[in-house]
């Protein structure tokens, strides 16, 4: 089975949609916040649920850095 397997460099793999990774991480960064909003009484979930969405919001701006300066 692996004999018969072509082998790709990750240079000849299908780029994965840009417009949908940014969509998906909207998404999520929306959804993180959203949770902001319930009965909890305490502060350490929204310190953890704000730092989940930085990280994402950085995933899309890092991106987005990348490939403006073409190295990516």
Do not use: C
């Amino acid at each position: 089975m692996a004999a018969e397997e072509q082998i790709l460099s990750p240079d000849q793999r299908k780029p994965t949609s840009r417009k949908a990774l940014y969509s998906a991480l909207t998404v999520g960064i929306v959804i993180n916040l959203a949770y902001l909003f319930g009965n909890h009484q305490g502060w350490v979930e929204d310190f953890f649920l704000l730092l989940t969405a930085t990280i994402l919001l950085a995933v899309i701006v890092t991106d987005a850095w990348l490939v403006k300066a073409g190295l990516r």
